[in-house]
């Protein structure tokens, strides 16, 4: 296996390619790292060093090319020429800038690995919103939860979150003692990537390191007042697996203001579209209105009070 396929290049990859590049002086190439206005790429020959190009993210796909005309027997550095179309794009709006445009966190992935430590109380808001997002981005949603060795909850929390994931599958994993490794890295075909989006000190790194059979990421220790942990990641970046599969390590993410995740929105609360079709009237406001269904579900129970504020909140901020 040549460094491009450890890093994702499938035959799909090949194909599609071509069709946008048809310039056979062209190759392809995957961009690793993105570093100070240069980036770390992967192609057939192996890891190099080129310039930045505009909008060109860690996880795309590119087109590499000559620097430029040089005499004949010089040597040209590559160059990136061209973006390939992405398939699938995670992202946020800058926080505390709301008038700020979309924040890209994860391009061209097929599962998106919605990390959750079992060791600190899950936070329900946090779960929602990165799961309407994970859903609107074109890839998988996969809910991850760490740390199994470290809590007493364990029970607690995999019930909570099961419920809570709705239709996302829920594993549960210990990068300390390998449990649930395997039922993750199955999910993981070759060729695939899949990011890893959580808060610091989630345990990402870790997990990351026992999927790769190595030491690829720092780790840092968690603070336990607060359960906070330090940025051990700084960057995203692409780690190949040996399985075949490209994981995707990220920052840790403080907060998650969705941008323009309508789709994924109607997905993660389904159950609340369906009572909507059902309530008396067609115009309702789903408040105080006779015939609510959403209220009649809230007042025996079967809608969580909580879960219908979580999506007006989210609903308002989509506008």
Known sequence: MNTLQQYGFTERISRLFVTQFPDSRLSPARVVRVDRGRLVVAGARGLVHVDAYPGAVTGDWIALGSAGALAPGDFAPPAVVGLMPRFSALRRKKAHDPLAEAQL?????????????????????????TLVAAWDSGAVPLVILTKADLSSRFDDVVAQTVERAGSAEVITTSAESGDGLDELLIRLHPGQTMVLIGPSGAGKSSLANSLA?????????????????????TARELIPLPGGGVLMDTPGLRGFALWDAEGGLEVVFSDIAELFATCRFADCRHGPEP???????????????????SYQKMERELV
């Open 291 to 309: 015939g609510c269904a959403v209220q009649a579900a809230i007042d025996t129970g079967i809608l969580e009070r909580r879960r219908w504020l």
């Open 213 to 233: 059979g190595k030491p690829v990421q720092n780790t840092g220790e968690v603070r336990a007042a607060d359960g906070r942990g330090k940025h051990t990641t």
């Open 105 to 129: 966190l994860a391009v061209n992935m097929d599962i998106v690995g919605v990390i959750v430590p079992i060791d600190r109380p899950i936070s329900s808001n946090r779960l929602d919103r």
